[in-house]
Structure formats: C-alpha cells, structure tokens
C-alpha cells in the first residue's frame, strides 16, 4: 500500500532484535487526491504490517513476514479485495548463507489471477577470494477461471573471483514459462564479466 499515493507508513525502533512496521491507505489509487476533494478512481482503503526479527540468542538467523489487503485491489471483470502474505528466513553460518521466502497473493474477485511463490538460494565462500551461489524460485499462476495453473520456474548460478581489483564474475540464469505462460518462449541467459 505505501506504493501507492495518500498513505501513511510508520516504523516502529527495533526491540530484541524485532523491527515492526505498519502501512495504512485510504485509497489505494494511483491518483493524488487534493484538500478536501475525493479521490476519482475507484480504489478503497488498504493496510499492511510486517515484521523483522533477528534473534539475539540465534546468532546469524534472520526471519520475518508480512501480510496486507488492498479493497477492491484487483484488475478484472470483477474486482475483488486482494490479500498478500509473505515470510521468510535467512541462515548465515561462517561461509555459508542459505535462505528461503514464500509468498501468497490471492483475491476474491472472480477477474484475477492468483499467485503462490516460493524462493530459496544458498552462497558459499570458498576462500577470500572466490564465492559461488545458487537460487531457484518458483511462481504457480492460478487462473481467475480456475482452468490454467501454470508454473514459471527460474534459476540461477553464479561465480565470483576477486584477486586485487581484479574481478571476473559468471552468472548463468534460466526461465522457465515467464509469466506463466507454456506458450512463451524460455529465457537462458550466460554471462562472463571481467572488471578492474
């Protein structure tokens, strides 16, 4: 909602390692609604909240989530509220990173398409000079109609050496049904960067 215009956002100061945060609309429509005028779109009110938290006593653990619904935030024949939740973790012990996210974006309209989303990628540095990673992530895409359920699948690989302010990097990622799609054509992409 704090994308949009007229929308508060308030922050909360962190406390044991936990951050808060609340977004709050009165109209969630693109357009700038003027002193004591309405809002001419036909967007309603939206919220969101989310939390952060980085545990004290679980050193490198980092997880944390959000949910939100915007009023009659969907494109469609026709509109419904639309819902968003998401969490995540992330897990860095010495070298290693790992993490994970998913995320949920659904609507009672009957003209929108729904989305469930999961994440997840892993980074190890070998040495002080050279890391590699990993990261798959997936998108189901779930008709309004309820007869197409597509998933869209990338991923990706990447290298990095860095010896003095030399560094040569390597990524390859791939995709799989963009947007959900099996008529689209996939997506493969190499690329060797060298920097000094």
């Known amino acids: 909602v704090v994308s949009t215009k007229n929308s508060l956002w308030w922050k909360a100061p962190a406390v044991q390692g936990a951050a808060f945060t609340f977004g709050y609309t009165p109209s969630n429509s693109a357009v700038h609604t003027s002193d004591g ?37 969907s494109n469609g024949a026709n509109n419904g509220d639309r819902e968003e939740r998401t969490w995540f973790a992330t897990y860095v012990f010495g070298p290693l990173s790992v993490g994970y996210q998913r995320t949920d974006d659904e609507s009672d309209g009957t003209g929108s398409t729904d989305y469930e989303s999961d994440v997840y990628g892993a980074s190890f540095n070998v040495n002080d000079v050279f890391s590699i990673s990993y990261q798959y992530g997936e998108t189901e895409y779930k008709s309004a109609a309820g007869t197409a359920h ?8 990447s290298a990095a050496y860095n010896i003095g302010p030399m560094a040569i990097k390597f990524t390859d990622n791939t995709g799989r049904n963009i947007n959900g799609s099996t008529t689209t054509v996939d ?8 920097s000094m």
């Open 37 to 73: 005028g309405t809002d001419p779109a036909a967007g309603e009110r939206g919220w969101e909240a989310s939390v952060d938290f980085s545990p004290e006593m679980v050193p490198g653990l980092r997880v944390g989530g959000g949910m939100g619904e915007l009023e009659n935030g």
């Open 187 to 194: 997506d493969d992409n190499k690329e060797l960067n060298l």
């Open 150 to 157: 597509n998933t869209a699948e990338f991923t990706g690989i």
